[in-house]
């Protein structure tokens, strides 16, 4: 284990992969380190399938809570490509959990799913002792369509170009600022505009909107160990090297003053919402444009190269060992 708190490779080489249950033909893709779906072939029909932790933070208001959330749990069959089409969801709630509260968090959580045309088909809700805030449950998503249409997490290529929506940190930097405003020493502006990446921390449009361009080889949506982690696992499901510059990233208002603020690298700090895409030069100006249209921050950040690794600013970059973001977190919560 690391102090990621997720398991890592050789961890789960010995004791995942290698126990994996029964084998069966229709499992096109079952799970692989650093990747967010597994695939099923179901008649002909590609099913991208992901599980989540159900995070709440109710001091983001339950209704803003419940839109993170399930967010969070669609991100990663989204980053297939294919449109989210179905949840199942189970809530190991808090018995302080108030009636009220939890009609709030689950109605936001409708709506979301409403509005992005995914199904809650099945699930579990109950209050238990010793179950606390923030994580109350977990979720499977799913996400159909055709195999031609699935973008692989390994499918990386040499000659693709890598580009970055949002940039670093917008996730931390939103959620820490949001949760502890009082213990922050910056200009109100500076404050309001670290708190306005909340709003940003959600990637599932930006990952349809990529999708539906075209060209699209592999997509990465950067969380744990931030944009620095990322990086390491595109390149490393590939079997490539990823050589990009942090100059042409994105970097949103706040950002940098909220990182300093806490002595926090912001390049491996956790940035949900915020892709890796590797693109066809040939339809990169496209995918740029289209995500621009939509108002998304984006930026062609560097290419893929034979060999293996990440260079970043000529620097060669390994897989960040722990996410500065937690003990951020800690450190304010403890204080507050």
């Known amino acids: 284990m690391t102090d990621l708190g997720k398991v ?120 238990y002792s010793g179950c606390s805030f923030p994580w109350v449950g977990g979720a499977t998503a799913l996400a159909l369509g055709d195999h031609a249409d699935v973008i692989r997490p390994d499918g990386a290529r040499v000659g693709d170009d890598v580009v970055v929506t949002n940039g670093p940190a917008v996730e931390a930097t939103g959620l820490l ?25 959600e990637c599932v449009r930006d990952a349809m909107t990529a ?34 510059s942090t100059e042409s990233i994105p970097v949103r208002p706040g950002v940098a003053e909220t990182c300093e603020f806490l002595g926090m690298n912001p390049w491996t700090a956790t940035t949900g919402g915020t892709l890796v895409l590797c693109v066809d030069p040939d339809r990169t100006a496209n995918v740029v444009s289209a995500l621009e249209s939509e108002g998304t921050p984006v930026g062609v950040a560097g290419t893929v190269r034979e060999g293996r690794g990440v260079t970043v600013d000529g620097e060669d970059v390994p897989h960040p060992d722990v996410d500065p973001s937690w003990a951020a977190y800690e450190r304010l919560a403890h204080e507050e």
């Open 8 to 127: 890592d490779r050789a961890f789960f080489d010995r004791y995942v992969f290698s126990n994996l249950g029964a084998d069966r033909d229709d499992v096109a893709l079952g799970p692989t380190h650093g990747v967010d779906f597994g695939l099923l072939d179901v008649d002909g029909t590609a099913v991208a399938i992901a599980t989540d932790p159900v995070s709440v933070l109710p001091g983001l208001g339950y209704a803003r809570a419940g839109r993170f959330a399930l967010d969070f749990v669609l991100a990663d069959v989204a980053v297939s490509g294919l449109p989210p089409s179905h949840l199942a969801v189970s809530f190991t709630l808090p018995p302080e959990l108030e009636d009220d509260d939890f009609a709030e968090l689950w109605t936001a959580m409708h709506e979301e799913a409403e509005d992005l045309g995914v199904s809650i088909v099945t699930g579990h809700t109950a209050r």
């Open 211 to 244: 999708a539906a361009v075209g060209g699209v080889h592999a997509m990465h949506d950067a969380t744990e160990c931030g944009l620095f982690g990322a990086f390491n696992e595109v390149a490393d499901g590939a079997g490539v090297h990823i050589d990009v």
């Open 177 to 201: 600022t949001t949760l502890f405003p009082d213990q922050f020493d910056l200009p109100a502006e500076t404050l309001a505009a670290a708190q306005s990446r909340l709003d940003e921390a």
